[in-house]
């Protein structure tokens, strides 16, 4: 199997920009997670969904962050409009149930300027 | 809300040494426990995963205790190498449908 597989590797955008990160998780995993990794901040979860439902969103920021899950083999992150804030590490992360077993993509690194 | 303690940040030890990282949580009703590696630029590895009813766990030369009572696991990496140096993360489940909480990491450095 190939893993996780997200896309870009890198972005650098200007602010108020849409960005669109994507993943594919691993095929036959029920579980997929996105978070984001800052120096500051280290590891957040920012949504957990579980067979396509989102489950926990709590970690959102705020409204102009959005994922969907339209099927088991895609997801997307949205960060509209983006912020110099918004600069990080992106992770999207899958699990075959639950959040106890995590495979990690390689990750998007977002720079806002 | 759990909380995820790693310390020190950084660690710098010559090669051949065996050495201990440690993690502490705030709230010791956890699922599971998990060491992971995360190179520069790279995604997290998953190194061990300790389930709340174990002590440790082994893998190679790692070995990963659990104190649950104590909120407190121990990485222990004998005759460490150069290829050790990386980030290492813990990171603790507090409940089956629940979700990883993360420290910041210890970023070790082994001198050849």
């Known amino acids: 199997d190939a893993g996780v597989i997200q896309s870009p590797r890198h972005e650098v955008t200007e602010m108020g920009q849409e960005v669109t990160l994507r993943c594919k998780p691993i095929?036959?995993?029920?579980?997929l997670f996105w978070y984001r990794q800052t120096m500051m901040r280290g590891l957040e979860l920012l949504i957990y969904?579980?067979?396509?439902?989102?489950?926990?969103d709590s970690g959102m920021p705020e409204d102009r962050f959005s994922a969907k899950m339209p099927n088991a083999s895609f997801s997307t992150l949205k960060i509209q409009p983006s912020e110099p804030r918004d600069s990080a590490v992106y992770f999207c992360?899958?699990?075959?149930?639950?959040?106890?077993?995590?495979?990690f993509g390689p990750g998007t690194r977002l720079t806002v300027t | 809300k759990q909380e995820v303690t790693q310390i020190p940040a950084a660690l710098s030890v010559p090669e051949g040494e065996n050495l201990v990282l440690n993690c502490s949580f705030t709230?010791?009703?956890?699922?599971?426990l998990q060491w992971f590696r995360q190179d520069p630029g790279k995604g997290l590895t998953s190194l061990l995963l300790?389930?709340?009813?174990?002590r440790e766990q082994t893998s190679g030369r790692l070995n990963a205790s659990l104190d649950k009572s104590s909120g407190r696991s121990t990485l222990y990496i004998a005759a460490s190498q150069p290829g050790d140096s990386a980030t290492y993360l813990c990171?603790?489940?507090?409940?089956?449908?629940?979700?990883?909480?993360f420290g910041k990491g210890i970023t070790l450095s082994v001198r050849p």
């Open positions: 992360a899958s699990g075959p149930s639950g959040a106890y077993e995590q495979y």
């Open positions: 095929s036959g995993h029920n579980s």
């Open positions: 969904f579980n067979n396509n439902v989102p489950i926990d």
């Open positions: 709230d010791s009703a956890i699922y599971n």
């Open positions: 300790i389930q709340s009813s174990q």
């Open positions: 990171a603790v489940v507090g409940g089956a449908n629940s979700k990883l909480t």
